[in-house]
């Protein structure tokens, strides 16, 4: 949520200078259309019978250019190519932009070019030219303190002391080896500090990495409760909870699309009295603080084509979670969640998406404080943003229809030349979701353990830096009508 305001500006901004420089012509702005990249597969040329093939390149070398900060080898293992390996003729297109796609989706390239060169008969020399992101970022933080932005501009009444307000420093590809060191300082509703750096690879075969992250902060409100499927908050003059965490993850890659993610936490959780008072099942027990060890296992395959917007292939994200050893306190509790998407491409520039997400507490009747299921994060049906579903399990559904109505980029002098040229790419889309909560204790609840649903129209305003702004008129079950953003990018 960082950003959200500060990014959502800047892209309207963007529109109104895009439509004013379609008029004005002038020098320090000009708007070109994106010609459209071949539609083949990215993996075309895996499905095509090759034994008897004669038409084939060898490569001989491998040319990289334009990688002033990373390493080269780095950019040959997220290319997954070395000299020698085998180019069919009858792929070369397709293979290609493959290629450069694992390229842009490792978040460290604007752009690239992959071209061949010195071609003879059985073999071929390949060029790959790069042009860097910025990789250091010193970012202003603004955001909210709530789930979304309608529950904040409607059910908060866009109060200001519900913003999130700090800055956030990035160093990106610090090392050349895509590695990421992260700081945060954040003041307002909630107030954060914390550190964290991974680095994807270590070892010689680059495969195998590591991470490391400390987090602290501090709220004088805490959602201590829901009621009628809305949170409620108990608001103090001092502090009223803490979070503290320290943690240690390991990652296994042995593919580029396929990784393996193992983390371990140590986590710290108080309140005050009055929260325990107020929801005796609050917290497992009558102590106000609580600790407790996390370990968590994640598979992550993405076969999509585009990582950030993906419009072809499919993902999986898979996870598995045990809080609590019988060590350090009375916390018992495993989750299983999946998130699986498949994505076509029906005709020219119009596509179809399916997402399933799912998520399992056991046992059920957890303690208040780890339930966090529909309505938070990404776990939520489209036009059911203002309602919160506490539930024990559920799943979600998601079908969406797209076309892409305009695809075009703003070029500017006025900004670095790392952010002068701003591509902007428009989807229109139709959707509807389905949704089942289960909810053993339903208590005041009036949508969990029945089946939901909603649909609606919206745009999707995809743009660099992988940010993603969606404007969506949606309509529920409960007759319920309202316009929603939402916005996400990589910052």
Known sequence: MYLRYTAVTMLLVLLTLAAAGQKAHRSWLTIKPIKEKPQASPRLYREIDHVHDTNYLIIGKINVTGNKKTKTAIVLR???????????SDDLTAFLEEKRQQLLNSSLFLTVSIYTSHTTTH???LNVDVFERQYFLAIPVLSLADRNFNVWWVDEHHRLDRLNYGLKVYQNNMTGKNDRLALTVQ????RRY????????FDKDLKQGLGIFISYSHNREVNFKDSANKQVYLKLDNFVKQEFSFGLNYTYKKAIRLKHKV????NVFKVKDTVLERNPHFFPNDKPTQKYLELSYNFNYTGADVWAYPLRGFNINAGVVRRGFGLLGKIDETIFSLDAAKYWTFFPKT????????????PINQPY???QSMGYYENYLRGMEYFVLESDRFGILRNTLKREALAFQVHTSLLPKQFSTIPVHIYVKAYSDLGYSYRANQGSSM??????????????????YDALLRVEYSINQLGQKGLFLHFKSTF
């Open 194 to 201: 914390s550190l964290e750096y991974q680095l994807p690879y």
């Open 351 to 362: 596509y179809g998406e399916m997402e399933f997400l799912g998520k399992a507490h056991f």
């Open 78 to 88: 997220e290319l997954r190519l070395q000299p020698g390996d085998t180019i069919y």
């Open 369 to 371: 404080f780890l339930v």
């Open 263 to 266: 983390s371990l936490t140590y």
């Open 447 to 464: 949508l969990d353990n029945k089946l939901l649903y909603t649909y609606g129209f919206g745009l999707d305003i995809v743009t660099f």
């Open 187 to 190: 003041h307002g509703y909630t």
């Open 123 to 125: 073999a071929t020399d």
